[in-house]
């Protein structure tokens, strides 16, 4: 009896054999290790040359040196759990978790909320996470702008931060967020309670929510629901982005979302995800919901009921649009006075930021893609390539890989390189689709009898166990180089970690410190009693803190910079 027939006939005798009993599971296991430690090689490769200057120093660190041991990590997870052989206790799971998301999703803010503080640190590590940040705190505070004195505006928001992440007017002093607002408007109520980093794992637990409503839509299954959620949750890529301040996890969350209400096109429904997608488009470059949300609107448009259907999403779509997009960008060129030379995110003509690729952006984005393998659950990729073939007749699992397509498509003609990021941040708007078209692979399809994948408990079973060893060691693994990195990051200032908030005026030499500008953290209207600044020149440092910081002295000096504090009484 062949070992696909065994499968789906399970019997006493069956139960006691090793999970290499079914072919699918060894060629899963096979194909996943072979790719994984062919990435190897090359990070390998990589680490073994002189640096060429093609790609930004963080990026080309995160790659050749997390990635290169996170990719050991995964072979031998996916190579262990071959030795797994409990068929029904990897079922009763599966269903237990498509029975209670509720619960799942409670316990996976929970393990996220303490992921923030441990690992985290609470802290916004790069600009992409601290821009947003910031104009949060001034939301908060009741203002639309920081504001700063206008002859140290360079002082608090370096040069370079404001050709990439800032408005800034050198008349006023004020100061906004490049990025549209939506995020940083999500942000707001938990930054004026003094918990913003309670967001993303709060939109981490409702994307598992949606997720899982997705896989039930999808496939009428609580134990495909139950291996999406699972596949999620064994993912470092979805823990990392989850205890950070990145917006990828909203962009997730909002993709999900406006794909559920899509599935049922009703008018309250098209204007909920005009809605939902408006704030997608928002929250802060539009790319990410374009790509995701054509495929969708293609298909709800090419209807008999296309003028009203259309007129529902713009109803929902234009509020926010106007307000949030159109007016922010007004806000801006209204704020915005560069200083003489320095050229600003407004002033970059579309030509910068879109072309055809290049040898340099196919090699950037190889690298993003390898990411997407590295930093998920073993298997899971070539899950949902086969889910997508199996179910490639059938919607919403044909429009599902079609937003991953041209997400992962689009970004190949989007000239920029993401530099910091936790996976290939680029593609998490679209990454909820890679669990569900993995859940497809087992999940029955309808009027195929029989159907040997759906009836392989070894290979499911050999799932499971990569799912479950990837939760406790790879999203551990990853988690300690993330608390690592930015505890490294975070000790290049010259003031020893862990002092309290004392007042001080830090000042940063950027000959010692990798990234200083992303040090650079202060409050818009400039509360906080830490001052963060790069060093001008030791007589420039000293006329700014006698002007800004009057009877503050140098209270420490090394490698790192120095120290003003007011001068002991």
Same mark, same amino acid.
């Given at each position: 009896?062949?070992?696909?027939?065994?499968?789906?006939?399970?019997?006493?005798?069956?139960? =006691?054999?090793?999970?290499?009993?079914?072919?699918?599971?060894?060629?899963?296991?096979?194909?996943?290790?072979?790719?994984?430690?062919?990435?190897?090689?090359?990070?390998?490769?990589?680490?073994?040359?002189? %640096?060429?200057?093609?790609?930004?120093?963080?990026?080309?660190?995160?790659?050749?040196?997390?990635?290169?041991?996170?990719?050991?990590?995964?072979?031998?997870?996916?190579?262990?759990?071959?030795? *797994?052989?409990?068929?029904?206790?990897?079922?009763?799971?599966?269903?237990?978790?498509?029975?209670?998301?509720?619960?799942?999703?409670?316990?996976?803010?929970?393990?996220?909320?303490?992921?923030?503080?441990?690992?985290?640190?609470?802290?916004?590590?790069?600009?992409?996470?601290?821009?947003?940040?910031?104009?949060?705190?001034? *939301?908060?505070?009741? #203002?639309?702008?920081?504001?700063? !004195?206008?002859?140290?505006?360079?002082?608090?928001?370096?040069?370079?931060?404001?050709?990439?992440?800032?408005?800034?007017?050198?008349?006023?002093?004020?100061?906004?967020?490049?990025?549209?607002?939506?995020?940083?408007?999500?942000?707001?109520?938990?930054?004026?309670?003094?918990?913003?980093? /309670?967001? &993303? %794992?709060?939109?981490?637990?409702?994307?598992?929510?949606?997720?899982?409503?997705?896989?039930?839509?999808?496939?009428?299954?609580?134990?495909?629901?139950?291996?999406?959620?699972?596949?999620?949750? @064994?993912?470092?890529?979805?823990? /990392?982005?989850?205890?950070?301040?990145?917006?990828?996890?909203?962009?997730?969350?909002?993709?999900?979302?406006?794909?559920?209400?899509?599935?049922?096109?009703?008018?309250?429904?098209?204007?909920?995800?005009?809605?939902?997608?408006?704030?997608?488009?928002?929250?802060? &470059?539009?790319?990410?919901?374009?790509?995701?949300?054509?495929?969708?609107?293609?298909?709800?448009?090419?209807?008999?009921? *296309?003028?009203?259907?259309?007129?529902?999403?713009? $109803?929902?779509?234009?509020?926010?649009? $106007?307000?949030?997009?159109?007016?922010?960008?007004?806000?801006?060129?209204?704020?915005?006075?560069?200083? !003489?030379? $320095?050229?600003?995110?407004?002033?970059?003509?579309?030509?910068?930021?879109?072309?055809?690729?290049?040898?340099?952006?196919?090699?950037?984005?190889?690298?993003?893609?390898?990411?997407?393998?590295?930093?998920?659950?073993?298997?899971?990729?070539?899950?949902?390539?086969?889910?997508?073939?199996?179910?490639?007749?059938?919607?919403?699992?044909?429009?599902?890989?079609?937003?991953?397509?041209?997400?992962?498509?689009?970004?190949?003609?989007?000239?920029?390189?993401?530099?910091?990021?936790?996976?290939? =941040?680029?593609? #998490?708007?679209?990454?909820?689709?890679?669990?569900?078209?993995?859940?497809?692979?087992?999940?029955? +399809?309808?009027?195929?009898? %029989?159907?040997?994948?759906?009836?392989?408990?070894?290979?499911?079973?050999?799932?499971?166990?990569?799912?479950?060893?990837?939760?406790?060691? @790879?999203?551990?693994?990853?988690?300690?180089?993330?608390?690592?990195?930015?505890?490294?990051?975070?000790?290049?200032?010259?003031?020893? @970690?862990?002092?309290?908030?004392?007042?001080?005026?830090?000042?940063?030499? %950027?000959?010692?410190?990798?990234?200083?500008?992303?040090?650079?953290? &202060?409050?818009?209207?400039?509360?906080?009693?830490?001052?963060? +600044?790069?060093?001008?020149?030791?007589?420039?440092?000293?006329?700014?803190?006698?002007? *800004?910081? !009057?009877?503050?002295?140098?209270?420490? &000096?090394?490698?790192?910079?120095?120290?003003?504090?007011?001068?002991?009484?």
């Amino acid at each position: 009896m062949s070992a696909d027939l065994r499968a789906m006939n399970p019997s006493a005798a069956d139960a =006691r054999l090793p999970i290499l009993a079914s072919r699918r599971a060894l060629a899963l296991g096979g194909v996943s290790i072979a790719v994984t430690l062919l990435l190897f090689v090359w990070v390998q490769e990589l680490r073994a040359s002189e %640096p060429d200057g093609r790609l930004t120093a963080v990026f080309r660190f995160m790659f050749a040196y997390h990635d290169y041991y996170g990719a050991l990590v995964l072979a031998v997870l996916t190579a262990l759990a071959i030795f *797994f052989n409990q068929r029904a206790a990897a079922l009763a799971l599966l269903r237990w978790l498509g029975e209670h998301p509720r619960a799942v999703a409670a316990l996976t803010t929970l393990a996220l909320l303490v992921g923030t503080w441990v690992v985290y640190q609470r802290y916004p590590l790069s600009m992409d996470e601290y821009a947003p940040y910031f104009q949060s705190k001034a *939301f908060a505070a009741f #203002h639309l702008t920081g504001q700063m !004195p206008a002859a140290n505006v360079d002082w608090f928001i370096p040069p370079g931060d404001q050709r990439l992440f800032f408005y800034v007017s050198h008349q006023t002093g004020e100061a906004i967020s490049f990025y549209w607002p939506s995020f940083a408007l999500l942000l707001t109520p938990f930054m004026w309670l003094g918990i913003p980093w /309670a967001l &993303n %794992p709060i939109l981490s637990g409702l994307t598992l929510l949606v997720l899982h409503r997705l896989a039930i839509r999808m496939f009428a299954s609580s134990e495909a629901a139950g291996l999406a959620v699972l596949l999620t949750l @064994a993912s470092p890529v979805f823990f /990392a982005d989850g205890i950070s301040f990145y917006s990828m996890t909203a962009h997730m969350l909002a993709s999900g979302l406006f794909t559920l209400l899509l599935l049922d096109p009703t008018p309250r429904r098209l204007i909920g995800a005009g809605l939902v997608g408006s704030v997608a488009l928002t929250l802060h &470059n539009p790319v990410p919901h374009v790509l995701w949300s054509l495929p969708w609107l293609l298909w709800v448009l090419i209807h008999r009921d *296309f003028l009203r259907r259309s007129a529902y999403l713009a $109803i929902g779509y234009l509020p926010f649009c $106007i307000g949030l997009g159109l007016g922010w960008y007004l806000l801006g060129k209204a704020v915005l006075v560069p200083a !003489p030379g $320095i050229p600003s995110p407004a002033d970059t003509p579309f030509s910068d930021y879109f072309g055809l690729p290049t040898d340099w952006l196919v090699y950037v984005r190889a690298i993003g893609f390898s990411k997407i393998w590295l930093w998920a659950t073993p298997l899971l990729l070539l899950l949902a390539g086969v889910g997508t073939w199996r179910w490639r007749r059938e919607n919403p699992v044909r429009l599902l890989a079609w937003s991953a397509f041209l997400t992962a498509f689009g970004y190949m003609f989007l000239w920029v390189e993401q530099g910091h990021g936790w996976g290939f =941040r680029y593609f #998490h708007s679209a990454w909820i689709a890679l669990p569900l078209l993995a859940a497809g692979a087992f999940a029955p +399809v309808p009027a195929r009898t %029989p159907d040997a994948w759906a009836g392989d408990t070894h290979a499911r079973a050999y799932v499971v166990a990569c799912a479950l060893l990837s939760l406790v060691f @790879a999203v551990g693994f990853r988690g300690w180089q993330i608390q690592e990195f930015i505890a490294a990051h975070r000790s290049h200032t010259p003031q020893p @970690a862990g002092t309290p908030d004392s007042p001080r005026v830090e000042i940063y030499d %950027p000959s010692h410190v990798l990234y200083v500008t992303d040090l650079v953290q &202060n409050d818009p209207l400039l509360r906080d009693p830490v001052i963060r +600044v790069i060093s001008h020149g030791p007589r420039a440092n000293e006329a700014f803190v006698h002007a *800004f910081r !009057p009877g503050y002295v140098r209270t420490r &000096n090394n490698m790192f910079g120095e120290v003003w504090e007011p001068v002991p009484r």
